[in-house]
């Protein structure tokens, strides 16, 4: 049972709860559905869905399930620089620690889009990888150990911990990357990409560990 203090809103904690549960419905969800789910009437959730569709947040299609509305990705897009905020000092540290290109990779859709890059101030040579970048999950180490931690729900984390690719990524680089765990909502990972074709032992388990540092500032 949700308790509503004298300093919340009730309207605004309903509206809230509508969206989380449109996000978690593929299908979408009928005004019959979402009053059960809320334990109210049809009526306030006729209200709540005409006022989120008003600010683009929701839609309803032409059998009248809702579903979330593109206006979230506009809210979505705003909250990426906050991220990058939280992320960088735990980046900057493995950037100069390994003398590699550091990233952190969030999904978007059916891809990988890098949302901050911090590169080394001390090599000589290293991969430029810029953000913005984007790819499909399965064809960089960033993406692919996104995929494997989703058969690893909640806090669990694969045996090995990260993902490793050898001269498969942009201009032959090898790549390590490792999930973010344990963020609701939120499905990224923590990567390096390297000239080398070979990934030196430590960069896996120092991958894994700048993600789990990532992670805590997000949470």
């Known amino acids: 049972m949700r308790v509503v203090t004298a300093e919340t809103s009730q309207t605004l904690d309903r509206g809230v709860r509508v969206l989380k549960l449109l996000a978690d419905s593929e299908r979408g969800l009928t005004v019959t559905e979402l009053a059960a789910r809320l334990a109210v009437n049809r009526t306030v959730v006729y209200r709540l869905l005409a006022t989120l569709e008003q600010h683009g947040l929701v839609r309803r299609d032409i059998g009248g399930r809702a579903r979330v509305g593109l206006g979230v990705l506009r809210l979505a897009h705003r909250v990426h620089p906050l991220l990058r905020e939280a992320a960088l000092p735990a980046l900057r540290s493995l950037a100069e620690d390994l003398g590699a290109t550091a990233h952190l990779t969030l999904v978007d859709g059916a ?18 990888y810029r953000t913005g970048l984007r790819h499909p999950l399965d064809e960089s180490a960033a ?49 390096v990409v390297m000239l080398n074709g070979l990934v030196p032992e430590r960069v896996g388990p120092r991958v894994v560990e700048a993600a789990t540092e990532v992670a805590d500032a997000l949470r």
């Open 111 to 128: 891809e990988a889009l890098a949302v901050a890059v911090v590169e080394p101030s001390w090599t000589d040579f290293h991969v430029a």
């Open 143 to 191: 993406g692919r150990a996104i995929l494997e931690a989703r058969n690893f729900p909640g806090q669990r984390r694969p045996e090995q911990g990260f993902v490793i690719t050898r001269a498969e990524e942009q201009s032959g680089a090898s790549g390590a990357a490792a999930a973010l765990l344990g963020l609701s909502g939120i499905e990224g990972s923590v990567g």
